[in-house]
């Protein structure tokens, strides 16, 4: 089992920056691959970026070049940097874990971007 906790959402300028953190509950280099996923208002929720155990990276089209996953496996945390933010990023963001088959979620955290 894997428990995920999200940190570092909040309101932020269109051009402004910021930092998610998913803390671990175990350890990350066991999990096969960790994740953000963002859900809007009235819209499904979508993958952002992925970072696999052994370090491969993908991120959704809208979202490359801005965002960086990253992890440190010392402290079983995956990081989310959000650079030149627009509006449309406006969603609650989500941790996600693929661990022994199944996916684990964390609680989210919410990102709003204003104009």
């Known amino acids: 089992q894997v428990r995920l906790v999200e940190s570092g959402g909040g309101l932020v300028q269109a051009g402004g920056s910021l930092r998610l953190s998913c803390a671990a509950s175990?350890?990350?280099?066991?999990?096969?691959?960790m994740a953000w996923y963002r859900q809007a208002p009235g819209k499904q929720r979508e993958l952002v970026a992925r970072?696999?155990?052994?370090?491969?990276?993908d991120y959704a089209d809208s979202v490359k070049d801005r965002f960086s996953i990253s992890r440190d496996n010392a402290i079983n945390t995956v990081y989310l940097r959000m650079n030149s933010l627009k509006p449309e990023d406006t969603a609650v963001y989500y941790c996600n874990a693929d661990y022994d088959g199944r996916n684990y979620w964390g609680q989210g955290t919410q990102v709003t971007v204003s104009s």
């Open positions: 970072i696999s155990n052994g370090g491969s990276r």
């Open positions: 175990r350890s990350i280099v066991s999990i096969n691959a």
